[in-house]
């Protein structure tokens, strides 16, 4: 069954002279019922403040916070059905920019980095968090559909 899931993005020049190449590259993402997302291109040297905006979302940026949602997402339902209570799930992942074969800037490499607390009766062993990630990994959408390595690098799971 297909869906849709829909974003406006939205740029305007306003005020700017723009052909000056000194334009702001800030923009918004909009999702759903009017969430906002602020968003630019990374601060660099070649555009620094104020034509980047440090404290919003970059496209590399968003690109690694939805495949690490998107596995995230699938750990918990798999985890619930599996009966293991989930306290706190904190992923810190990491990009990497790389080079293709046509010598183009990609999203090389992710590396996700869960850590999980666990509670309740049922405690998973190692077998069993394992295999939470791998069916997670296997069954994210986000993931099927990128080129990048992706990698599963979780932290000693912790129990209250």
Known sequence: MASEHNATILWQR????????????????????????AGSCPPSKLIPPPMSKPDAVD???????????CHMLFFLGFAAKGGYRIDVYEDHAVGVLGKNESG???????????????SGDKKPDAEAIAELHRRAHAECLIGNSLRSKIVIDPSEPQFA
């Open 14 to 37: 306003g005020e700017q002279s723009f052909i000056d190449k000194k334009f702001s590259r800030a923009h918004v993402w909009r999702f759903d019922d009017g969430c906002e997302v």
């Open 104 to 118: 183009k800037t990609y999203m090389e490499r992710i590396t996700l980095r869960p850590a999980v607390t666990f």
């Open 59 to 69: 496209p590399e940026e968003g690109l690694v916070a939805s495949l690490s949602a």
